[in-house]
């Protein structure tokens, strides 16, 4: 089996340790360490790290639930949304989430496409660009099923 997670992957591009995984995703210790092999990433070497990016803040700050859902654990702002402070400014969690899950920047708002409130997770993250292509699938859907009650 080659699945790889798509947030391990994340965390071990980013240069994290095995032991950091395991503890930020609450997988079982063998998932980062076969994950490492497979994508053919060296140990990470010990000593100083340098300074925290806003990915490294975000993955500090999150809590995996179920359903591959994540809980914001970190500062909100005044509307409530997630945030993070890195070099005196403050940045939208889910636009950093979005960015992990993407690999490009979000265009328009962010926010969670799935229905659990506040969900930080990457994958959950949308913007206009995806919301359109869902509005798309769903309108393929309804006219291939019929649309829902
Ligand atoms: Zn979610």
Known sequence: MTYIRGDVR???????????????LGVDRSTPARARRLLGLPKPKPGPR?????????WRRVKPVSGGHMDWTGYRN????PSIRHEGR??????????????????GHVRP????TGCAAP?????????????KVDAL?????????
């Open 10 to 24: 994340e965390l071990l591009l980013a240069g994290h340790t095995n032991s950091e995984i395991v503890r930020r």
């Open 50 to 58: 340098p300074a925290a990016s806003p990915e490294d803040l975000f």
């Open 90 to 107: 403050n940045l939208s969690a889910y636009r950093i989430a979005f960015r992990i899950a993407q690999g490009r920047e979000p265009d």
């Open 78 to 81: 005044n509307t409530g949304a």
């Open 141 to 149: 859907y309804a006219g291939i099923f019929g649309a829902p009650a």
């Open 113 to 116: 496409g799935c229905d659990r």
């Open 123 to 135: 994958a959950c993250q949308t913007d206009r660009i995806t919301r359109a292509e869902a509005r």
